[in-house]
């Protein structure tokens, strides 16, 4: 590493002439000063740093993922970049505790000078939900209709051109499709997989029909709860019926994918799949970081606006609480525990498969 020719002085270097006198109230325009409008700007301007860094990464992220071929040192890569964006979503959940020590009087002196502008005019938090893969038909209706309409047009541009693009989930979706499948001369998951469950399940039966405390309408819940669960174990195997799951919306990887993240969550602790799993486990931490964030951020709303409508026109705390299970996107890494067997359950990975596996991740 070469040595600097010309000395760096750290306010030049952070640009700090720039970064602290981009706080500009906007209530002394009209009036007194409102004390914590200061604090409002620089906890959004922190936000939106942070997202800045965020999409470093993300970018870095769908970069790699291009690649037809993933060696371990590049999904080394990938995790530690993807733990630091976890890392930095956990940082942003707990920031929302500065901005509650804004009480909802001490908002009401400056809210209504914001008028129209409002978060959804983060240009930068919608491009991280779409390049993870919230897609604009799987959004509720109002967001459907609003997303653009409250944007300039070159805003609007850069992002309609970015959801031409893969996004992370389609990318992880064709990642995890492209993984072996094990249907060796001397070793058949599948068929081993489906004999385990079978047995669980009419274990699963033999315990409701024998509960003698459960009333003739309860038993029928129960065994009909029984039957959808062997309905979606039987869907990972039967094409029609895991298209049909899809088409319901209760999952969206496509059915190779789903059976290489089980199988990866299966056998987490085999070498070969280590990072795999480590990949999946920071996508469903990324995950459920944003559901955290939306689901306190509509609290958040709701202690300063009540049942008011938000500065962007939207029915404020209702449509952020809606937002927060709708904009969900690697939720089926999550619900991969509904089909877990007991590790006593696994068949061990014979050699061949493991130096196969090797080849080919």
């Known amino acids: 590493m070469k040595k600097n020719k010309e000395p760096v002085y750290y306010g030049d270097y952070l640009g700090l002439d720039k970064l602290l ?199 029928a819940t129960e065994l009909a709860e029984l039957e959808t669960t062997r309905d979606n174990f039987s869907a990972l195997f039967e094409a029609d019926k895991y298209a049909a799951m899809q088409a319901d919306g209760r999952v969206r990887l496509s059915q190779r994918a789903m059976q290489a993240a089980l199988f990866i969550n299966l056998y987490r602790e085999e070498p070969v799949f280590n990072l795999p799993y480590q990949v999946l486990s920071a996508l469903t931490d990324i995950d459920e970081n944003l559901t955290i964030w939306r689901y306190r951020h509509a609290m958040m709303v709701q202690r300063m606006l009540g049942s008011k409508i938000g500065t962007g026109g939207s029915s404020g705390h209702e449509y952020l609480k809606r937002t927060t299970e709708k904009n969900r996107i690697f939720t089926d890494f999550m619900n991969l525990a509904t089909y877990l067997l007991p590790k006593g359950s696994l068949p061990p990975l014979p050699a061949s498969v493991r130096a196969s596996l090797r080849r080919e991740l």
Not at 29 to 49: R, T
Not at 77 to 88: A, D, F, S, W
Not at 151 to 173: C, G, K, M, W
């Open 21 to 219: 006198s981009a706080q500009q109230p906007v209530a002394p325009n009209y009036g007194a000063e409102a004390h914590d409008e200061m604090l409002f700007i620089i906890v959004h301007q922190a936000y939106e740093l942070w997202f800045k860094q965020m999409m470093h990464e993300l970018r870095s992220v769908l970069a790699i993922f291009r690649e037809p071929h993933i060696p371990d040192e590049q999904l080394m890569t990938i995790v530690h970049r993807l733990k630091r964006v976890v890392t930095i979503q956990e940082l942003l959940n707990q920031q929302i505790n500065v901005m509650e020590t804004m009480t909802a009087q001490d908002f009401l002196e400056f809210r209504d000078y914001l008028v129209p502008a409002s978060g959804f005019q983060s240009i930068q938090f919608k491009e991280i939900e779409i390049s993870l893969g919230v897609r604009r038909d799987k959004r509720i209706a109002f967001d459907q209709a609003s997303f653009y309409n409250r944007i300039n047009p070159s805003d609007r541009a850069y992002l309609e051109e970015l959801e031409q693009q893969p996004d992370l989930f389609t990318r992880v979706d064709a990642w995890l499709a492209r993984m072996p499948f094990l249907e060796q001369d001397e070793f058949t998951f599948w068929q081993h997989y489906q004999q385990a469950i079978d047995q669980q399940l009419l274990h699963d039966e033999e315990i409701v029909r024998a509960n003698a405390l459960l009333s003739d309408e309860e038993l």
